[in-house]
C-alpha cells in the first residue's frame, strides 16, 4: 500500500478502530493501571513483549499512544513520546544527549524559558551550551565544535522574529562531526515544515500550540527520525548495558543501541526519562489534542493567508518602524526552500513610538487577546520584552527583535478584516494622545 498522505494521515494515522470497539472517535483511556492478566503474561508486558498491552499510564497510555503515532507518521518519524510540556520535551532531549555532560551549540534567539534553561540551569548539570548570533553562519557553527559537543539545537522558525534556520547546511556540519542537529519544530507545526526531510534527527514540539492549535492544554513531543547512529563513543549512556533491557531467564543484558539499534534516542526518552523523571501527558489532554490535530491543515493554511494579509498592512502603517515576518520576504532563498505553504502564523513589529503606546495598543484591542501563547484559534498580542522574553539580558534582546518597542501577534481564525480593523484603530488611538 502507498504512504497515505498528510490529511489523510492526520485523521487516521496511529488508530485503528477494531481495537477500540470500534469507536469513530479515539476513546479516553481514563486509567492509572492496566490489569497484567495472569503471572505469565506479566512477565512479557513487563519486558515490552507485547506491544500493544499497557500496565501503567506514566510508561504508556492507549490514547497518548494514538497521538505519539499519528505524529509520528506526521513528521516522517520512526517513533514519538508525548509529555506534559514543550519544556519537558527540551529538557528531556538536551538531558539524553548530554547526559555525561558536554556541550551543545544554539542560536541565543530562541523561545524565552528554554534560553534561560540553556544559559542559567544546564551548567550546573554540567551541559554548557555555545550560543551563536547567527545560527546560518556556518563557518562559526564549525569553529565552535569540539571533541565534547554532543549536538545543534536550533528553532526552525524563531520566536519571534521568525528568521529562518537553514536545515541542511546544519545537518551537514552536524553529521560530519557524528553529532545530531535537533530542532525545536513549534512554529511552523509539521504541516508547514518536516525537519526530518531536511537532514534533522530529532524534534522538539511544544503541542501547546499549532498542533493543538485551540489553546486549552499545555503538552509536548520528542519526535526521532529514527536514522541517527548512537554507536558512538560520544555517547555511552546509549552503549552501556541496563538492567531493564536485560532477560530475565538467561541474566543477559543489553544496551539501548544493541536492543534497539537507530532508535536508541526514542526509547531511552521513553525509559528512562518518562518513566522515572515522569513528566507524563495525560489521556484527555492527549484525547484534545488529537481533536485539534485533525484541522490542523485547514486552520495553518487560513491563518497563514491572515498573517501575510496583516503583515502587508502593517508594513504600510506610518507608525511602524518594521515588520518581522519572513512570509513577505518573497526573494528570500530560505522562504522558496523550507516554507512552499508558508512561514506561520506568528509576526512580529516594532513600533515608531515608545512604552505607553505599546501598551496603549495592548489595552485598546478588542478582538487580540493579551495573552503570553501562540498557535491559538483566538488571535494573541503580546509584548515579549515583559513578558515571554523577559528573562533574555537586554543586550541579545536587542539584538533578535525583542526591544521595549515590539509586539508579537499570533493569528487566529477570525475574520481577517475585523483583525486588522482592531489593529489599526488601537494604533490609531496610541498616537491620537
Ligand atoms: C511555547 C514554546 C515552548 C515551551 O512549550 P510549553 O508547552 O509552554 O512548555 C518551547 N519552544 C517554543 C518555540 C515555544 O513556542
Known amino acids: 500500500m502507498t504512504e497515505n498522505n498528510f490529511d489523510t494521515l492526520r485523521i487516521h494515522a496511529g488508530y485503528d478502530p477494531k481495537e477500540h470497539q470500534f469507536a469513530s472517535s479515539v476513546p479516553i483511556y481514563q486509567t492509572a493501571a492496566f490489569g497484567l492478566d495472569n503471572t505469565a503474561v506479566a512477565d512479557q508486558i513487563v519486558q515490552g513483549k507485547l506491544p500493544n498491552r499497557f500496565d501503567y499510564s506514566r510508561d ?18 520512526a517513533d514519538a513520546v508525548a509529555v506534559g510540556s514543550g519544556m519537558s520535551a527540551i529538557s528531556y532531549t538536551i538531558f539524553n544527549v548530554a547526559e555525561n555532560g558536554g556541550r551543545i551549540i544554539a542560536p541565543n534567539n530562541i523561545y524565552g524559558s528554554a534560553l534561560d534553561e540553556f544559559r542559567t540551569f544546564f551548567p550546573k548539570f554540567g551541559i554548557n551550551f555555545d550560543f551563536v548570533d547567527d545560527i546560518n ?16 539545537y ?3 522558525v524563531a520566536n519571534p522574529s521568525t528568521e529562518i534556520a537553514d536545515l541542511e547546511g546544519l545537518a551537514k556540519i552536524a553529521h560530519a562531526n557524528q553529532i545530531p542537529l535537533i530542532v525545536d519544530n513549534t512554529f511552523p507545526t509539521p504541516y508547514l515544515l518536516q525537519p526530518f526531510k531536511h537532514g534533522a534527527d530529532i524534534d522538539v514540539y511544544s503541542s501547546t500550540k499549532g498542533i493543538n492549535g485551540h489553546g486549552n492544554v499545555i ?17 555511552p549512556q546509549f552503549n552501556e548495558d541496563e538492567f531493564i533491557l536485560g532477560d530475565e531467564k538467561t541474566g543477559k543484558r543489553e544496551s539501548f543501541v544493541t536492543k534497539f539499534g537507530n532508535l536508541a534516542f526514542i526509547k531511552r526518552i521513553r525509559m528512562k526519562y518518562l518513566r522515572l523523571l515522569g513528566s507524563v501527558l495525560g489521556p484527555s489532554d492527549a484525547y484534545l489534542i488529537l481533536l485539534g490535530l485533525e484541522t490542523i491543515s485547514e486552520r495553518l493554511t487560513k491563518e497563514v493567508a491572515s498573517a501575510t494579509k496583516i503583515a502587508q498592512f502593517l508594513t504600510k502603517n506610518e507608525h511602524v518602524n518594521k515588520v518581522y515576518y519572513s512570509g513577505i520576504e518573497y526573494d528570500n532563498p530560505l522562504v522558496k526552500r523550507y516554507f512552499p505553504k508558508g512561514v506561520g502564523s506568528i509576526l512580529s ?26 498557535g491559538d484559534a483566538r488571535s494573541l498580542i503580546v509584548n515579549p520584552a515583559k513578558t515571554t ?6 543586550d541579545i534582546r536587542q539584538k533578535h527583535a525583542l526591544n521595549n518597542q515590539v509586539l508579537r501577534l499570533s493569528i487566529g481564525l477570525e475574520d481577517v478584516d475585523d483583525l486588522i480593523a482592531d489593529l489599526g484603530h488601537a494604533i490609531e488611538q496610541a498616537f491620537s494622545k
Open 60 to 77: 504508556g497510555n492507549p490514547t497518548v499512544h494514538v497521538f505519539e503515532q499519528r505524529i509520528a507518521a506526521l513528521e516522517g518519524g
Open 137 to 152: 553562519d556556518f563557518a562559526t557553527v564549525e569553529r565552535l565544535i569540539k571533541d565534547d559537543t554532543k549536538a545543534i
Open 154 to 156: 536550533v528553532e526552525s
Open 219 to 235: 503538552s509536548g513531543l520528542v519526535v526521532d527520525h529514527g536514522k541517527f547512529d548512537w554507536n558512538n563513543d560520544k555517547f
Open 349 to 374: 513589529f516594532e513600533l515608531a513610538g515608545d512604552e505607553n503606546q505599546i501598551a496603549e495598543i495592548i489595552n485598546q484591542v478588542k478582538v487580540f487577546s493579551y495573552l503570553p501563547n501562540i
Open 389 to 394: 522574553h523577559r528573562e533574555i539580558p537586554a
